[in-house]
Structure formats: structure tokens, C-alpha cells
């Protein structure tokens, strides 16, 4: 007998979680499945981060603020502590070419509503006694926060199952048609589901389900590797990244030729400085972004260029212990953009993929914004951006087609 509900959420990492939480607590009978476990992908491999200084200024920077709003709020909603701070953020400056980047890229953020400054030396220097010599500046945002992914998204699935969440874990569709004005779903693990909406939330593997419909949308794996230490005191008061990740996308030119032998593996790896301390006092340092399709394996290269580059930043961190490392697969886009929304001819199945590094940062305004459109309410923000018809092509046509 198949097991009916209003909604089938596939895919139990942050965004999914968000989704069924969200629609839980709008009165909706949900179902979630995952082909492995909760946060077995890029949510569980991932720093904490929620980064506003990143973003340039348009509807991301607008919905990342709204999601600060809802994460203050979620610490008390949710029914376990989800180790949110705001400790603030720091992007570390080198020279002068990234300097003028950044000051410019500050000014608009700046006229977009963030927090943000340009500070000197001696006043990073206050905030992280331990940086380098070399660092001639810094921006400050004392609104950048972070957040314990796997907390969070054990927040929302107790949460979801308080309002009657049903959870399938270690189980994926492998048929799904449309039948009779509503979805029908044949599970690997021996499940049928019937459901009047289903949400493809798999993240990197969502190509895996749209397949399964007929279409395939530009959504592709970038692994970032990551180390951990062991706990730490306090290195500083703030999170820390470089100005060079930030400089490569607004002005390719600089970081080529600034990067260390411009052809070799720092560029390779896609090599970008993230620093962060977690509640319980590791530190998180990456990281790459890497097209490596859908390899999760840990590179020795890699991770010494990352390892490298934090006593670069931080002499001092040659002094601790590396405990663990990891990667994940951030699902990309072409443009940058989530994919959030209904896909055409098919009524009642919704993309909620394509984050790439900021679905932990997005997660409560994307649950939000899916529901909203999954009930058929127009939700706060556009959702002309975030439209599946601007890339969406039939299986197994290249892209462009």
C-alpha cells in the first residue's frame, strides 16, 4: 500500500530539512527520504559559516540577511541548541591591488544595507593578535555569524517530526510519474509514495531525480576540502577569510597574476583562506573549489597548500595538531544561482538545488521560499532569479540546447 502525504521532500541536508520543517509547521503532511543518511552530503561537509561580506550586493546579500533574522529566531523554536554566534568576520587584505578591489566592493555593499568597513592594521590586529606581518588590512563586518550544520539540521528534523515528519533514510526514487493529479513515487527502498508535491532537494545528485522526469538542469559538483585541529583556545575574536577568494571572481586578472606560480596547484585546487573556530573550539580551515566531478576523496596536495597557506596567515597555527579532514561537493550553478521553483509542465515538482557555498547561510530563508511557492503563496523575495526555465534542457541535450 503506498504511503500518501501532502508533500515528499528528497534529500535530508539543510535545504531539505529547512523545506520539511517549514512545511510541517504550515500544517502540511510531509515525507522525507534520502538516498543515505541526514547530512551525508555537502551539509555535513562543510565549515559554519554564515558569510554576508561574500556576497555582492542584489537578492543573495538580501535573502542571507533575512536568513540572520530567522536563525536568531530559530535558536529558540528549535528544540535543540544550534551553536549559533556572531562573532563577526574579518577578509584579510595582502597588498594594494586587493586593496582597491575590496574598497570598492565595500562601498557597495556598504550602500546595500551591510554592516561592513575597511580597517587598518593596527586595528585587525586588536581583533587577531596572531595574523601575519604581511596582512596591511582588513575589512570588518561585525554582523557575520556562523552556525553548527549538524546541529542544525538535527534542529529541524526534530523539529519536523514533533509536527509528524515521517523520515526515509537509505532510500531514493527510482520512478516517478504523474498520476491522477498527484505524484507517484517508486522507492529503491521497497516504498510507494503518493504526494500532491515532491521537492528534489538532492543537492549535487539532483541531475539524479530531474532524469527520472525527462530534463536535467546545469547543476554540478565543486569539492572543497577542508582541515580540522584539535580544540584551541581562542586565536582571535573574529572569523577570518582573504580578500584573494573574493578578488578572483571580481577581477580574475589580479589573482592570476598574484597567485603563486599562476599555473600551478594553488590555482589547480581553486585554493581560497577560511579561517573559523567552532563552539567547542576546533578550527575549520579551507579551502578549494574544485571541478572534480564526483570525486569526495581527500587530496595530500591539497590539503598541504591549504595547510600552507593558514601558517601564511596564521605562523602561529604551525604549532597545532590537524585531527581530521574532509570534503564535500557543493551543488554549482552557471550563474551562480539557486534553482528554486516549480518546473515547467510538470505541476507540483520543485527544485530547491544549486546553493553551491551558501546553503548553510540560506537555509531558513530557502525553506521558507520553497514552502511559500509549494503552497501557493508568493513568497518575500523575486523568484524570477531563481526560475528553472533559465537553464532547464531535455535529458541528455548539451548545454545551450
Known sequence: MALKTDAVVLGAGVNGLAIAYELCRRGKSVILADASVMGAGASGSCDDMILLQSKKPGILLEMTFRSLELFKALT???????????????????????????EDFVASQKRSGLAVEIIDAARLRRLQPHVS???????????????????????????????????????????????????????????????????????AYANSV?????????????????????????????NVWSAQYIVSKLKPELAKSSAPGA??????????????????????IGSTREDAGFDKATDPDALSLIAAQARKFFPVIAQAQVIRSFAGLRPSTFDGMPFLGEVPDRPGFFMAAGHEGDGIAMAPITGRFVADLACGKTPEFDATPFRVERAMRPQGAAHGA
Request: proline share 4%; with cysteine; charged share 20%.
Open 133 to 203: 606581518a604581511h596582512v596591511i588590512a582588513s575589512t570588518y563586518s561585525a554582523d557575520d555569524s556562523q552556525v553548527n550544520p549538524m546541529q542544525l539540521m538535527k534542529g529541524f528534523m526534530l523539529g519536523a517530526q514533533a509536527k509528524g515528519l515521517r523520515y526515509l533514510s537509505r532510500t531514493r526514487p527510482e520512478a516517478i510519474e504523474r498520476r491522477a493529479g498527484h505524484w507517484s513515487l517508486r522507492m529503491t527502498g521497497g516504498e510507494s509514495i503518493e504526494a500532491e508535491v515532491v521537492v528534489n532537494a538532492t543537492g
Open 76 to 102: 529558540g523554536d528549535l528544540p535543540c541548541d544550534i551553536e549559533f554566534e556572531t562573532r563577526g568576520g574579518t577578509i584579510l587584505i595582502e597588498d594594494a591591488a586587493q586593496l582597491a578591489v575590496m
Open 210 to 238: 530531474c532524469r527520472l522526469l525527462g530534463f536535467e538542469l546545469p547543476i554540478a559538483p565543486r569539492k572543497g576540502q577542508v582541515l580540522v585541529t584539535e580544540q584551541l583556545p581562542a586565536l582571535g575574536e573574529t
Open 263 to 284: 599555473a600551478g596547484a594553488a590555482a589547480r585546487f581553486g585554493l581560497g583562506f577560511a579561517f573559523t573556530g567552532t563552539h567547542n573550539g576546533n578550527y575549520l
